[in-house]
């Protein structure tokens, strides 16, 4: 069993950049692939980016170039760096971890992919 709790969300103008994390529970954080997902009022939840245990990171096409995500496996902590805000990132971001072993293209991105799930937390961009 994994627990997850984001922090660092809040509201910022477009341009600025804010910085998200997400702390886990357990010793097998290591093991573990983990992603954030954002989701903004009255649309899914959408992929936003992951990094895969072995290291492997991947971007939505919306935020390369602005986000950044790294993990300390030394602090069970996964961080997500966003820059350039633009309003359309305005959403709930929520960060998830995997437990599996996939080879295949994008599956990383998928949300069944991920058992555990963090309670959200809040970013607005204001323009």
């Known amino acids: 069993q994994v627990q997850l709790v984001e922090s660092g969300g809040g509201l910022v103008q477009a341009g600025a950049s804010l910085g998200l994390s997400c702390a886990a529970s357990g010793s097998t954080f290591s093991t573990y692939t983990m992603a954030w997902f954002r989701q903004a009022p009255g649309k899914e939840r959408d992929f936003v980016t992951a990094v895969t245990w072995t290291g492997g990171t991947y971007y939505a096409d919306s935020v390369k170039g602005r986000f950044t995500i790294s993990r300390d496996n030394a602090k069970n902590t996964v961080y997500l760096q966003m820059n350039s805000l633009k309003p359309e990132d305005t959403a709930a971001y929520y960060c998830?971890?995997?437990?599996?072993?996939?080879?295949?293209?994008?599956?990383?991105?998928?949300?069944?992919?991920?058992?555990?799930w963090g309670q959200g937390t809040q970013v607005t961009v204001s323009s």
């Open positions: 998830a971890a995997s437990s599996a072993r996939r080879y295949g293209a994008n599956w990383y991105a998928q949300e069944y992919e991920y058992a555990y």
